[in-house]
Each structure stands twice: as C-alpha cells, then as structure tokens.
C-alpha cells in the first residue's frame, strides 16, 4: 500500500489590500503571498474509509475539517470509490492568519491525486481547491504569487531574496469572517501600493520591499484585538526591522536581518507569548 508524507507550509502575505465588495458578497483582494517553512505534515494512506487524525485538539476531525472537504471534493470529481488514511501533524497556529487549514486542504490534494492514481495536473485540483477556500490555489502552488479576485487567481512570480523571519502568536483566534465585517465599517488608515511591492520585489530591492509592506487588515483587527498592536511593538522594540500582521491576524512577523538576527529577537521575545517562531521564506 502506497504511503506518502508530505509537508503542508504556511504562506504570509507581503501586502494585502481589499477593494470592492463583489455582488457574490466576496471582498476583491489583491495580495503578494509567500511561502515559508513552518509546515504542518500529512502521511497519507490509501484505504477504503476516509479516516482523518491529528495531534492536534484544536482542529475538528469531522466533515468540516478542511482536509476531510477536499478528500470528499476529489472522490466526487474523480468517481472513485477509494478512501484514504490521512494523519495531519499540526505546527501550524490554528485560526492564525498562516493558512494552516487551506494548506492542510492543499496537501491532501496534491497526496490523494498520487495515491488514487488520478493524474490531475495542478491547475484543476486549484480549481478544485478554490471552491473550498481562497487560499487553496496559492498552497498548491506555493512560492512567491498575486493572488487577485477572491485571492483565488494566482500569478506567478519570480522568487524573493530569503528573508528571516521571527512568527508570534498571541494565543487567540481571530475569525477572518469578523475582521472582514469590521473592515467595512471603520476608516482604513494605511493601505499598500501593491505596483510599489512589486517593482521593488522585482529590482532585488530590500529596503523598499520592506518598506512597501502593508497589510489594509491591520486596522481593523487591533480595533478588536489591540493586543496585535502591541505585539508588534514588542517586535520593533526587540529588533525588528519591520513588523507586519500575518493574514487576518493575530499572528505577526518580524523581519530580521538574517538568521542570527531572528534567533536573537525571539530570545527577547521569549516567554512573552504562546507560540514563538524563527522561519524562512521558501
Ligand atoms: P486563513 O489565513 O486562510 O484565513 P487561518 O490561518 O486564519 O486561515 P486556519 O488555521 O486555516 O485559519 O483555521 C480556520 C478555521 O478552519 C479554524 O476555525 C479551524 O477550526 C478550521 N479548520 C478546519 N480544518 C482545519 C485544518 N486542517 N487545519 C486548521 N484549521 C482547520
């Protein structure tokens, strides 16, 4: 029997802006997304049932666990009557703003297309994927991408100069649903100039990379969260060259100048928060 592990990674987002609200009640969005390290694992097995695991207590296991919905998806589009095994390791934060659910989605697919020998090609299980959750697309192709409409449509771009990175979560979950709702109602006070980003992305040009970095969400989840806020100071002030709020939040990053730099900021951060991380972009 055909047994695969594979690594589901979490994606930050250099930029997020949202524009209008979409007559389907969707927010268009445009965001620069990025892979990174920190990875969640799958081992995948076929078998007749479809049975999902975890280490985790903080996820569900039952149909409205993300993986189990892609799983369901790809045996009613392909017809096949196989089921699958399938034990997801958590080191993703849960609710976090890292995608750890469509990354999980993403995975299985990307494992269930091999195991049940359907041959898919990428493009169709992002299509697939892309009614389920609008990260899903990005996960399955991973690296550095516009993500446009609903954060669906992915384009490709060239890879980033690594950046270090030092991840924080706070230990609460924030509900995208919520800070999307919020948007709508408060006055957004930075927004990104995602032509900027990208120009910069694309000059090698650190600096303004760095500096064209904005996610439009910040405002309104530290009007319900203030704690994000305050954790990004925590950042600034322990070294970071920029902090930035990951997703929907609460995760946050810090950008450090390499390696050592990240080691030593999450030295000073530590015991501070639940979930502390050093990671790389991929
Ligand atoms: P995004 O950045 O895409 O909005 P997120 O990182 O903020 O996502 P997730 O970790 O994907 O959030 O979790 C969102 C919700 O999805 C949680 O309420 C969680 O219970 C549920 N969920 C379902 N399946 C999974 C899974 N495999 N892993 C994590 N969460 C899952």
């Known amino acids: 029997m055909q047994q695969i592990s594979i690594p589901a990674r979490a994606k930050i987002n250099l930029a997020i802006d949202v524009l209008d609200v979409r007559d389907d009640g969707y927010h268009e969005v445009a965001m620069v997304m990025q892979t990174i390290a920190l990875s969640d694992r799958l081992q995948v097995s076929g078998q007749d049932e479809l049975i999902i695991e975890s280490n985790s207590k903080e996820i569900p296991l039952d149909e409205s666990n993300l993986v189990y919905r892609a799983a369901k998806l790809l045996q009613k589009e392909s017809g096949t009557k196989l089921g699958a095994y399938i034990f997801i390791e958590k080191n993703i934060p849960v609710a976090a703003g890292l995608a750890g659910g469509s990354t999980d989605a993403a995975a299985a697919l990307i494992a269930l297309n091999q195991i049940w020998q359907l041959h898919y090609p990428i493009s169709y299980l992002a299509a697939l994927g892309g009614k389920l959750g609008s990260d899903i697309p990005f996960c399955l192709v991973g690296g550095?991408?516009?993500?446009?409409?609903?954060?669906?449509?992915?384009?490709?771009?060239?890879?980033?100069?690594?950046?270090?990175?030092?991840?924080?979560?706070?230990?609460?979950?924030?509900?995208?649903?919520?800070?999307?709702?919020?948007?709508?109602?408060?006055?957004?006070?930075?927004?990104?100039?995602?032509?900027?980003?990208?120009?910069?992305?694309?000059?090698?040009?650190?600096?303004?990379?760095?500096?064209?970095?904005?996610?439009?969400?910040?405002?309104?989840?530290?009007?319900?969260?203030?704690?994000?806020?305050?954790?990004?100071?925590?950042l600034l002030g322990s070294g970071a060259l920029k902090a930035l709020m990951c997703g929907s939040g609460p995760t946050v990053l810090g950008i450090a100048k390499d390696k050592d730099h990240a080691m030593t900021i999450a030295a000073r951060m530590e015991g501070r928060y639940p979930f502390i991380t050093v990671t790389e972009t991929i």
């Open 144 to 234: 550095t991408c516009l993500a446009q409409g609903r954060g669906e449509n992915i384009t490709l771009l060239p890879p980033l100069p690594k950046l270090w990175l030092v991840l924080v979560n706070p230990g609460f979950a924030v509900p995208t649903v919520q800070v999307y709702k919020k948007f709508d109602t408060i006055e957004v006070t930075k927004r990104p100039n995602i032509s900027k980003l990208l120009a910069a992305m694309g000059d090698n040009d650190v600096i303004n990379m760095v500096e064209n970095m904005v996610n439009v969400l910040e405002d309104s989840t530290v009007s319900m969260f203030p704690k994000v806020k305050q954790l990004e100071e925590e």
